[in-house]
């Protein structure tokens, strides 16, 4: 994502008082069938208080935690589910639909619409957006393999979250080395 | 306890549990021993073996707890286990322990205090099917399951499901109509 | 019952069909058949603490008193305890997701900054 983008959105988006704890957060419907049949599942749903706990627990001096405690210092949810399974396309996709159909209330905005005919993957970035605040985050994405939804919720530092690229195992990608991207699109739109 | 929309239950519940805490543990077996048990009950048509299956379901629940990860899952973690749990037990039981020790009449007056007559020749009719439909039909009407998570919670094609489903309130009907406990209509 | 359509046999069905309360005390039974898992809990040893005989009492109040403080001291560390036990779990779960989210945000910018060569066939619709 091109780093100005994000400093923008980071500037529009910092500081401000956390909103109430539903604005933002996703209904996330059952997933149990496709849990029995993943082979691997991520499930975590964190509301403020277990937050809040969490964070009492993460180090200042590693590096990785004190980036997530400063992150999650103004969040009030996370909510993940993520599936992988042994063959391609293995989950419906009538369960992403009900999801994106949330998605698509007043206040949510695609943000970034990213298609890889290459790796078949699929990865589309929301954001809700209260007045001049972000109060909800969403992203969803598809792999033949895999299945992920995101929903972090509150006072949103978008600068703090691209920062975590690099981190986590993840190598980074050179966002801030201000490359170019193509004229004929902008980062936001679709890729084709 | 038992779950409602108004009241849900946290997630940090769940949590709390497998982290050890058996207070929150009682707490989840509150919520859902009602379920489980009338699974049991109306499986095995005995309240002692629903119990006894009951607890067998929680013990499981207990062992595995690590394995479950989030409420949702656990609810159909509970009812796929109860189901299956029940369906192994009348294969593999004597007939004349799965025989109503004639508490359905005790049974029906606790769901409808209107027509127990009717409740009774139902629980009665439903202990008649085969033990496949017999689950489906509680997973359906009972514990409100849709057709594809029945058909993941008993391993079974959908269409299966839905010729079950078809076939156990055609033959329900009939024998009610037969019974004189509903009046005539017109089968599909 | 009168049956005029399918749809109200179903409901019907469902009305008799609602979940039977468990019999009573069925949790507390299943509780006293659940393992006993011994866990670690920081208790001081009684040995450490003074003698209350000091103070002139007699000796079954002074064993009293000297269990109720054991008995406190146990209660608050079993529930210090839980409580830590619930924040390094979620210290664990929140490090895996913002793992999850920052390979998906990767995966996003990989897709848009590194779009098909013109050359590349469509391998799905």
Not at chain 1, 118 to 133: A, R, S
Not at chain 2, 77 to 105: G, H
Not at chain 2, 107 to 131: I, K
Not at chain 3, 58 to 68: D, E, I, K, N, Y
């Amino acid at each position: 994502m091109n780093a100005r983008v994000l400093i923008c959105l980071a500037a529009v988006f910092l500081a401000g008082p956390v909103f109430a704890q539903s604005k933002g957060q996703l209904r996330l419907p059952e997933f149990a069938t496709l849990a029995d049949k993943a082979s691997e599942t991520v499930t975590v749903t964190l509301d403020a208080n277990l937050l809040g706990m969490a964070a009492r627990f993460l180090s200042n001096e590693d590096p990785e935690q004190a980036k997530a405690k400063k992150l999650v210092s103004s969040l009030t949810g996370i909510y993940v589910r993520h599936y992988t399974f042994d063959s391609d396309y293995a989950y419906p996709k009538g369960d992403i639909d009900g999801v994106r159909r949330q998605l698509s209330a007043p206040g949510w905005s695609r943000i970034v619409e990213a298609r890889s005919k290459k790796e078949n993957t699929n990865v589309d970035v929301f954001v809700l957006i209260d007045g001049e605040k972000a109060q909800g985050l969403a992203i969803i994405a598809s792999e033949p393999r895999e299945f992920t939804i995101v929903n972090i919720v509150g006072n949103i530092d978008l600068e703090q979250l691209h920062d975590l690229e690099g981190n986590f195992g993840v190598p980074a990608l050179g966002i801030e080395t201000g490359k170019k991207a193509p004229t004929e699109k902008t980062p936001t739109e679709k890729t084709k | 306890m038992s779950l409602s929309a108004a009241h849900p239950m946290p997630d940090s519940l769940l949590l709390q549990a497998r982290a050890g805490d058996r207070n929150a543990f009682a707490a989840l077996v509150r919520a859902h021993q009602g379920s489980v048990f009338s699974i049991g009950l109306r499986m095995l048509s005995r309240r002692d073996a629903a119990e006894d299956l009951a607890q067998d379901v929680f013990l499981q629940l207990y062992r595995k707890l690590d394995s479950i990860e989030s409420l949702e899952h656990l609810g159909f973690w509970l009812r796929r286990v109860a189901a299956n749990l029940a369906i192994d037990w009348l294969r593999r039981l004597p007939y004349s322990a799965t025989q109503p020790l004639d508490e359905s009449a005790e049974v029906a007056a606790q769901v409808s205090e209107d027509d127990p007559l009717m409740s009774r020749e139902l629980m009665r009719l439903l202990g008649e099917l085969a033990p496949h439909p017999r689950a489906v039909m509680l997973l359906r009407y009972q514990e409100d399951r849709d057709v594809a998570e029945i058909a993941a919670m008993l391993d079974m094609p959908v269409n299966t499901v839905k010729s079950h489903i078809k076939r156990s309130l055609t033959a329900l009907r009939g024998r009610m109509i037969g019974a004189k406990l509903i009046d005539c209509e017109e089968l599909p | 019952m009168n049956e005029k359509s399918p749809g109200n046999f179903e409901d019907e069905l469902r009305r008799r069909l609602r979940p039977i309360d468990a019999p009573e005390g069925f949790a507390e039974r299943l509780m006293a058949a659940l393992p006993v898992e011994q866990k670690a809990t920081v208790v001081k040893p009684l040995a450490a603490r003074p003698s209350l005989r000091q103070f002139g009492l007699p000796a079954a109040l002074a064993a009293s008193l000297m269990v109720a403080v054991f008995l406190g001291v146990r209660v608050a560390n079993d529930r210090a305890l839980r409580e830590e036990q619930i924040g390094i779990a979620a210290s664990q779960q929140l490090m895996q997701a913002l793992r999850v989210t920052s390979q998906k945000l990767d995966l996003a910018y990989e897709a848009v900054n590194n779009p098909p060569t013109a050359g590349e066939e469509e391998n799905r619709s």
